[in-house]
């Protein structure tokens, strides 16, 4: 038996396992948001690995953010659930709260064909 146990299951990070979101603003799409789960070891939990959720936006003229950690207590993935994201851009002009859904599994992996997204990515 490992040292280090996998994490506690949670039914209610699976929409980030390979999610694709929209972000809008005034009900205009201005961007999209993958996002991919895994977990990690931390020393303030050292016999339990904990949740990771990274994501990465990607404006509608392509132009793509840094890819982004969200770690425990999961600022953003609380917001998302929330049905909004506040972004940090490079580009101050993009800065701000957007609303956020999530795209429909049927429509995922076209869009993260679109989007250039891979695992690599993350």
Do not use: C
């Amino acid at each position: 038996m490992p040292i280090v146990r996998p994490p506690h299951p949670d039914e209610s990070l699976e929409p980030f396992d390979g999610g694709v979101g929209v972000l809008t603003r005034d009900g205009e799409v201005r961007g999209h948001v993958a996002t991919t789960l895994s977990w990690f070891w931390s020393p303030f939990s050292p016999l339990r690995k904990q949740w990771w959720v990274w994501y990465i936006v990607v404006w509608t003229d392509g132009v793509r953010e840094p890819s982004t950690e969200d770690y425990p207590p999961f600022l953003a993935v609380t917001e998302m659930r929330s049905g909004y994201l506040d972004v940090e851009s490079a580009a101050l002009t993009r800065n701000g709260r957007y609303d956020f859904a999530w795209l429909p599994p049927t429509e995922r992996d076209a869009m993260l064909a679109r989007l250039g997204i891979s695992s690599d990515d993350f």
